[in-house]
């Protein structure tokens, strides 16, 4: 049985994000609001009260990590990798390479960023804290987002 789900708005300094989730966890955030979603639920302000009250804290700059549950997708490699990337501290940033060497695939660099690129819930699995050995490398939510949300954290 597929439990029901709902969706809100959040309008932040970042722009507006899309929020989806079932009873119990945040299954996607997206940069581009409702429309960015992968699937669309009940509209339901209510259900997201933890998760709007934390994202606000964290764009004040009054909360560094989310106490709420989230489900994490993907392949194993991407969860594993997902995984690693909830450990980077706030303020703090690793290389794709740097990560791909932290799950014991050192060679795996790229597929590191592809798994970036197919994380659902950025922010709370932050992507914006890896970056390239050259520069900071992409982000689904394109540069000027990754940006500024890598100033907010460092400041």
Not at 29 to 58: A, D, H, N
Not at 74 to 86: A, E, I, P, R, S
């Amino acid at each position: 049985m597929i439990s029901l789900l709902y969706e809100t708005n959040l309008n932040t300094p970042l722009g507006r994000l899309g929020l989806l989730a079932d009873d119990s966890c945040l299954i996607e955030l997206s940069l581009q609001g409702l429309k960015g979603l992968s699937v669309r639920g009940k509209p339901e302000k209510e259900r997201f009260k933890v998760e709007i009250e934390e994202l606000t804290q964290y764009f004040s700059k009054k909360r560094d990590s989310f106490t709420f549950k989230i489900q994490i997708g993907g392949t194993d490699f991407q969860k594993l990798v997902f995984k690693n990337m909830k450990t980077i501290k706030y303020g703090k940033v690793l290389t794709y390479k740097e990560l791909a060497t932290k799950i014991g695939k050192p060679k795996a660099y790229r597929a590191v960023g592809s798994a970036c690129g197919a994380n659902k819930i950025p922010i709370v699995i932050p992507c914006h804290r890896v970056v390239s050995s050259t520069g900071l490398g992409g982000f689904g939510g394109g540069i000027r987002r990754k940006k500024f949300l890598l100033n907010l954290e460092s400041n």
